[in-house]
């Protein structure tokens, strides 16, 4: 997909100059998640709230097993919610009578890739618009090349997931989604295995993407400062059972630049963060949550 065409998705210009979708707010209301409720009777989410407006990058950060994935995976349609309900644009999409299924309208790439790895890089590419039909074998084709183009992987298309390394593939995977035009990407710590000059890379790759599409993000991340530096806002979860305790709104302007993660700006955000997810992380240490944020 062109540039051009990615754009075509988008609405006028937010206030700070990016322009974004007017597809995919998320509603998340009260929402709890009890595991296995007869045995173990593992409370994961407890009336967990948070707006997420269209085209708005979002970065959840909390300790390990506050149920940031679990609340991925339920708007992806991995699991159900046990109270409360998740609205997509205003309708229901996880109720308690209500199991969303996965589809190409909420799209998830996880830390260690699910690429086919017996398929090219195009035809992972391809294979999602193709199998729906949304577009012939040659316009995908096309739409993959000028894609994958963007992110610094022209040349590559014949290539198998097997011989990229993980910052390629995990670009590659982006892009697998995206070519789908889905209303939300669901990132879930895509780049936490990686080191800091994949990871630099990563990020201008994918604010690259998120500039030019305006696609709702949900964006789970151990990193604060890679949380700080892509999201406009950043909401903090509690130790678990989980809801959001703090929303910290993001004041850097975009385009985002590297540098700006030397500003004063961004470390007086980043101590805010660093206080309040500590403050948590001792909570989930002292409750035995032995793994830290
Ligand atoms: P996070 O992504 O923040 O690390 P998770 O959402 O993975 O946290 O998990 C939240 C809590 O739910 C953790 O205590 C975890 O052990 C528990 N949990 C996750 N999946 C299951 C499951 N299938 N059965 C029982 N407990 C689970």
New binding site residues.
């Given amino acids: 997909m062109s540039v051009v065409s990615i754009r075509e998705h988008r609405s006028a210009p937010s206030p700070r100059g990016v322009c974004r979708a007017q597809e995919g707010a998320i509603s998340i209301r009260g929402v709890g998640k009890i595991?296995?409720p007869e045995g173990?009777h593992?409370v994961?989410l407890e009336d967990c709230s948070l707006e997420i407006a269209a085209g708005e990058f979002v970065a959840i950060v909390?300790p390990?097993?506050?149920?940031?994935?679990?609340l991925l995976n339920i708007i992806a349609g991995f699991d159900h919610l046990t109270s409360g309900e998740i609205l997509l644009d205003g309708r229901p999409l996880a109720t308690t009578h209500t199991r969303p299924t996965p589809g190409p309208d909420r799209v998830v790439v996880f830390q260690h890739g699910a690429l086919f790895p017996w398929k090219t890089v195009l035809e992972n590419v391809t294979y999602g618009p193709v199998v729906q039909g949304t577009m012939s074998p040659a316009e995908a084709r096309d739409r993959a090349r000028e894609m994958l183009g963007r992110v610094g992987l022209s040349g590559i298309e014949d290539s198998y997931p097997g011989q990229l390394s993980s910052g390629m593939q995990r670009r590659v995977e982006i892009i697998r989604a995206l070519i789908n035009n889905p209303k939300v990407l669901l990132l879930d710590e895509p780049f936490r295995a990686m080191d800091t000059v994949t990871k630099g890379a990563s990020h201008q790759y994918l604010l690259e993407l998120y500039d030019a599409t305006g696609k709702t993000v949900f964006f789970i991340t151990h990193d604060l400062e890679e949380a700080i530096f892509l999201a406009d806002k950043v909401m903090v979860m509690t130790t678990?059972p989980g809801h959001i305790k703090q929303t910290l709104t993001v004041t850097l302007p975009r385009p985002r630049r590297y540098a700006m993660q030397a500003s004063p700006e961004f470390m007086a955000m980043k101590a805010e963060l660093v206080e309040a997810v500590h403050e948590e992380a001792v909570k989930a240490f002292e409750a035995g949550e032995r793994e830290m944020a």
């Fill in positions: 595991y296995d173990v593992v994961a909390g390990s097993g506050c149920g940031k994935s679990t678990r």
